[in-house]
Each structure stands twice: as C-alpha cells, then as structure tokens.
C-alpha cells in the first residue's frame, strides 16, 4: 500500500507546491489592487512557450527558465501599464472582465504560433531519472520542482518582509492612500506586484511545462485550483495559500489513486466543507475582502 | 406611463426580433443563430440580475446555463422525449443548483463573491466532465429533437422554434421589467447602491440575495435548457467559465442595469461570433480584444452611451470614468 501511497503524497506536494505558487501571484494582484487576473494561466503558458522555443534554438534549461520568466514579467508589467492600470479607479469587475478578453486572445495566439497540441518539453538530462529514498522511487525532476518552489517562497517572504520595498507593498495592500500621501509612488509599487505575480506564475509555468506537458491551455488547467486555494487559504494570507495549496494537490493526487473520476470534484467539496467551518477561508481575517 | 423615447425603442426592438426570421436569411445567416442570439440573452440577462440590479460580480452563470441544457436534455434522452416537459426538468434542476451554492455565496460581496461564482461554477462542468457515461463526458451527447407535447405532438423546428422561443423570452423580459420595478426589486437596487442602508432598515440583504440568485438560475437554466434543444446537443463547455464569462461580456457590451443591454450584447456577441468564425479560425483573438476595447473605451456598454450623454449634459461636472457600476460592487475594499 505504501509503496503506492508514497509516490502520490509527493506528486500531491508537487501540485500543491504549484498551487500555492499560482495562488500567492493571484492573491498578491488581488489584495493590492482588486484585480481577479484571469490572464495568470496564460502569463504561465507563454512562460512555458518561451522557454520551449530558447530550448530549441539550443539554450539550455537554465538559461531558458531565467530568460523565459524575465521576459514574461516585462510582458505582464506592460500589459499592467497598458491595460489595467487605466481600470484601478473603476469597480473590479472590469479589470477581470479586462484580464478575460487577455486570456482569450493569448490562447489563441499560442495556438497560432506553437499549434493547437502539446509540444515536446522535457526536463533537462540532469534532472530526468528517478532518485531513491528508503524503498521509494521518485522522479528527480519532481523532487528539484519542490526544493525550487520552495526556494522562491522563500525568496518571496524574505522580499515581503525584511525589504523596505516589500514593507511598502504590504503597507499599501493596508492603505495605499496614506502611503501615497507619505510619499511612496503608487502607481510603481501597483506595477512592481503586478510584475512580481507574474514573476512567480512564469517560474511555475516552465516548471509545470516539463512536468505536465506544454500546450495552449496548460495553465488555465492549472488557474482554477489555485483559486480554489485562495478561498481555501483565505483571501489575502500567504500562509493561507502555502496550506491551501498543500491540501489542494494531496486531496487531488490521493483521491486520483482510489477514485480516478472525483479528481477534480475533490477539491469544491474540499472548498465547500472549509467554507462551511470557516466561511472566510482557513487564515482569512475577518472584514478585508467583504 | 412609459417615455415616449422607451415605446419606440420597445416597439423597434419587438419589430426587429419578429421580423429576425425573414431578415437573417437575406443576409445570409441562418435562423438559429436568431434562437441563439435569444437564448443568449436569457443567460445575459439572468447576469444582469445580479451584477446590473444587485450590484454583484457574478461570473458563474454558465453553471445555471448549462445545467438547465443537461437537466432538459438528459430527460428528453432517457426518460421522455418532451419538450415541456424538459424544459420544466432543466430548470428545475437549475433553480435547484443555484439553491445549493446560494448559502456560500449569500455572505460574500465584492471581488470575494466573484472568485467564489468562479469556482463554484467550474464544479458543474468537472461534474459534466467526468461523469462520462452519463453525460457523455468531453464529447457531450447529442439528442433528437423532441415533440412539444410529447408522443405524436409536433416537433417545432427553424423558425417555429424560434417563435417559441421568442414568446418565453418575451414573457420573461416583462416579468422581469416587472420583478425589477416591485418592491422586491426595488430593494436589489437598493442593495446595489447602498447595502448598509438597507440593512439599517431592517431589511436581510443576503436572504434578497439569495432569492436574485435563485432567479438568476431560473432564467440561465431555461435558457440552457431551450438552447440545448436548439442545438440538440449538450456539451462540458457549455458550463465553462469561459462562457460566463462571454455572458458577463454581453451584459457589458449591452449596457449593465438596463432591460435591453444583455439583449443587444448577446446579439453583438452572438453575430460576431458567427460572421467571424466563418472568415478565421481564430476569431477568438477579435472577440477578445473586442472585449478589451469596450472595457477600456466604452465601460457603460451601447445603451449606456446615450445614457451616460444625457447625465452629462444634466449634470456637466461628472467624471465619467468612476463608479460606473453602482457603489455596493466596491464594497469590501474598506476594511
């Protein structure tokens, strides 16, 4: 039994690693300035789909996933500058009905450059062939995608809360008002976390590309657990998103070894039970997010 | 009494869709996308019950939608081939679906309503997905189209589907131009610009909204319901949040808040849709940015335009470009 349960519990901590990833940009946007960015998936794919195409030209992994995460960021900073920065006066429904019509349009240009099926990503040679622990094998790729998440997280919560920019960003998801009458520039620090979300969605998207396979829709696959693990977390909690996103993928990867058709389904009754115990979410704090 | 202005767009707007049969075919359409432009804007309008009337930014109607298209279809495939009768069946069922996600969503506002309508919606399509022998999974299933009665009554098709469908739309604009002008109504709107208020008189918000939301499904299901029919094929991507969100683009593209805005976006979108899909496979990319546009350009739709004109020749010092959507929707920034 064991043998069969092992190798899941750590694909779910893979998933729910990248869960909580995803999650942690959306949740980021979200609280500073109300945007649901419903073109996170597609920032994730055409990471993915960047890196692809350093790869084939003959650039090697690393390379191509700091390269493809670097553009996809300057990309998301100029599309916030463009496009949803003019709507941060207005209710958020636009700028989430703004993010939709993006989504749209970026599936559909990758489905016009890269074609309509997967393309072939694969890990890197160092990083293919399984490595053993105790009586288990696992694939090394997955285990580099845990240490690498949780490198970023780390890298993250250092950058949110032992740096003056970070105090900044976190002060204006409190009051951006009074932190623009102190002096700090808004509109900067709105780009930046725009930019920083979209950082994090891009790294996750290379390294889902060579886990899950590379096509048009692979990161809306993945968007709507990591919504899930917003409500789940609560909204506006990093923690919240680190354990809602945990949960998420081991409730998905378990449930896939003994009841293969509720995979999905899993994680809304997994939703609806928190809800209904703590209706603002596992670490939400009451009265933020109504 | 009405304005003058209002009869003559009343009786344009019930002219032009009379008369839609005869004038699709001279420009080359076919009559099925008039059905689809009808039943589209069912679904747009259930939308605007919560997002015009209520305030809320409701962006999982696709559910209801395409829970009333299984419900009636399954019942018209495996039970009885009916068409009332599978109407009745869809919406029931998705009445009985917007009754079981109500209670989650009731207590929410703002952004925080809208991730939970994303969600919760999605959990119909994996349903639909998943649950492959009976609803076909990712392919769907298709159905014959069925009697109107049942047995040897007559199967309504092309144009008298369309007039069928028509009536029931009708019927159901006015009922809900009358739902929207009682005091029921009246205190959605009221919901919609000033909940604290209305709670301070005493009134329970969440359990209004708990009733618009059983609306909003009643109206997306039958709409669901009668397009599956339509169609006679039911299909996962029918309950997408993709399509919820093209219902929330047509209440926007429309005008949101008023009677007529989901009908005129659905028709744009709608039309769009299938001149475009026919000239380029990758029509998406147009609707999109379409989307985008009018976000940015034109926030309060078409109608909104000759509204938003008329403000502001009353009162010339309005900034145009806030709270386009009644106040209630920003609450729960405030902490």
Known sequence: MIEHLAPEIVNGIVLGAFYAIIAIGLSLIMNL?????????????????????????????????????????????????????????????????????????????????????????????????????????????????????????????????????????????????????????????????????????????????????????????????????????????????????????????????????????????????????????????????? | MMKFANVIGVSFMAVLLVLLPLLLPAVGLNISLGTTVILFALAASSVNVLLGFTGLMAFGNAAFFGVGAYGSALFIADVNANLILGLIVGTVCSTLAAAIIAPFLIRRRGIYFSLLTIAFGQVFYFIAYRWSNVTGGEDGFSISKPPIFGGSSPTLNGSSYYYFCLAIFAVLLFVLWRIMRSPFGLTLQGIAQNEARVRYLGINSDRFIFVALLLSGFVAGLGGALYSVSIAFSYPLLMDWHQSGDFVMMVILGGVGTIWGPVIGAAIYAIAQNVLSSFTPAWQIIIGGMFIFFVLVFPKGLLGLGAARRRREEEASQDPDVAVVPAGLIEGRQP
Not at chain 1, 34 to 40: E, R, S
Not at chain 1, 167 to 176: M, N, S, T, Y
Not at chain 1, 204 to 217: E, K, S, Y
């Open chain 1, 33 to 290: 300035t109300g945007t649901i960015n419903l073109a996170h998936g597609s920032f994730m794919t055409l990471a993915g789909y960047l890196a692809f195409t350093l790869m084939s030209r003959g650039s090697n992994f690393w390379f191509a996933l700091a390269a493809s995460a670097i553009c996809t960021a300057i990309i998301g900073l100029v599309v916030e500058r463009l496009l949803i920065s003019p709507l941060y006066k207005r209710v958020p429904l636009y700028s989430l009905l703004l993010t939709f019509g993006l989504s749209l349009v970026f599936e559909e240009v990758f489905r016009l450059i890269w074609g309509p099926s997967t393309v072939p990503f694969s890990a890197p040679p160092e990083l293919s062939g399984a490595t053993q622990i105790g009586d288990v094998f696992l694939p090394t790729y997955r285990l580099f995608i845990m240490v690498a998440l949780v490198v970023v997280m780390v890298a993250l919560l250092v950058f949110l809360y032992r740096t003056r920019l970070g105090l900044r960003l976190r002060g204006a998801v409190q009051d951006a008002e009074m932190l623009a009458a102190l002096g700090t520039n808004t509109q900067l620090l709105y780009m930046t976390n725009f930019g920083l979300g979209i950082l994090l969605a891009a790294i996750a998207g290379v390294l889902a590309a060579g886990l899950l396979g590379l096509g048009p829709t692979m990161g809306n696959d993945l968007l709507m657990p990591a919504f899930i693990t917003v409500v789940i977390g609560g909204m506006g909690s990093l923690a919240g998103s680190i354990v809602g996103g945990l949960l998420v993928g081991l409730a998905i990867s378990i449930t896939t070894l003994y009841l293969p058709a509720a995979s999905e389904v899993i994680m809304y009754v997994l939703m609806a039970v928190v809800l209904l115990i703590r209706p603002r979410g596992l670490f939400g704090e009451e009265g933020i997010f109504g």
